[in-house]
C-alpha cells in the first residue's frame, strides 16, 4: 500500500517537475517574454518563485526516489 502511494506521488512530483524545468528561460529570455510583462522587477520575482519551486520539486524527486529503492530493495 504505502509503495503504491509512494509511485503515484513520485510520478506526479516528475510530472511537475518536467513542467517547471521546461518554463525556466533559456539564457537570452527571460520569463517576461513569455508572459508578457514588461517590468522587470516582477519577471526577477517570479523567475525567483519559479526557481524556489523547481528546488522543492526536485528535493522531493530525490526524497521519493530515495524512499521507492530503499522501499523495493
Given at each position: 500500500m504505502l509503495t503504491a502511494i509512494l509511485v503515484v506521488v513520485?510520478?506526479?512530483v516528475s510530472l511537475v517537475l518536467l513542467v517547471l524545468i521546461l518554463?525556466?528561460?533559456g539564457k537570452d529570455a527571460g520569463m517576461a517574454?513569455?508572459?508578457g510583462f514588461s517590468f522587470a522587477s516582477q519577471a526577477s520575482v517570479m523567475e525567483r518563485n519559479l526557481t524556489r519551486y523547481?528546488?522543492?520539486a526536485g528535493v522531493v524527486f530525490f526524497i521519493t526516489t530515495f524512499l521507492l529503492a530503499?522501499?523495493?530493495a
Amino acid at each position: 500500500m504505502l509503495t503504491a502511494i509512494l509511485v503515484v506521488v513520485h510520478i506526479v512530483v516528475s510530472l511537475v517537475l518536467l513542467v517547471l524545468i521546461l518554463m525556466h528561460s533559456g539564457k537570452d529570455a527571460g520569463m517576461a517574454s513569455s508572459t508578457g510583462f514588461s517590468f522587470a522587477s516582477q519577471a526577477s520575482v517570479m523567475e525567483r518563485n519559479l526557481t524556489r519551486y523547481t528546488i522543492i520539486a526536485g528535493v522531493v524527486f530525490f526524497i521519493t526516489t530515495f524512499l521507492l529503492a530503499w522501499r523495493l530493495a
